[in-house]
């Protein structure tokens, strides 16, 4: 059992590593923060509760959860794709649906 953080860190970049990925308690994880363990997943499992809090960032000391850091409302497309590609999530996310025009929802929840 590995948090999203860590299989992002020690699990290689690649498509299908996992049969199946589960998110319990997913509505305590930041999507993009589980983006990483999806690409590498067969198949997804995610379950919440949707009478939970979202994921917070009070107990967070070394890492930045921090929505300011996350949100770039006038961020260029060019910019996103470099981040996609910095995250090495381009290429997940030009196997969406719609790329990167496709809803995720709330807490990324059309993801699976």
């Keep these: 059992m590995l948090t999203p953080e860590v ?5 290689p970049l690649q498509t299908g590593i996992f049969d199946l990925v589960v998110f319990d308690e997913a509505s305590q994880i930041f999507p993009q923060d589980a983006i990483g363990a999806i690409f590498r997943a067969k198949q997804v499992i995610i379950a919440g509760d949707t009478k939970q809090l979202p994921p917070t ?5 070394s890492t930045s959860n921090n929505s300011e850091d996350y949100d770039d409302e006038d961020a260029s497309e060019d910019e996103i794709i470099a981040a996609a590609k910095a995250a090495q999530a381009h290429d997940f996310i030009m196997e969406l649906p719609e ?3 496709t809803e995720l929802g709330q807490r990324g929840v059309n993801v699976s």
């Design 7 to 11: 299989v992002s860190e020690i699990i």
């Design 57 to 61: 960032n009070f107990f967070a000391t």
């Design 99 to 101: 790329q990167y025009d």
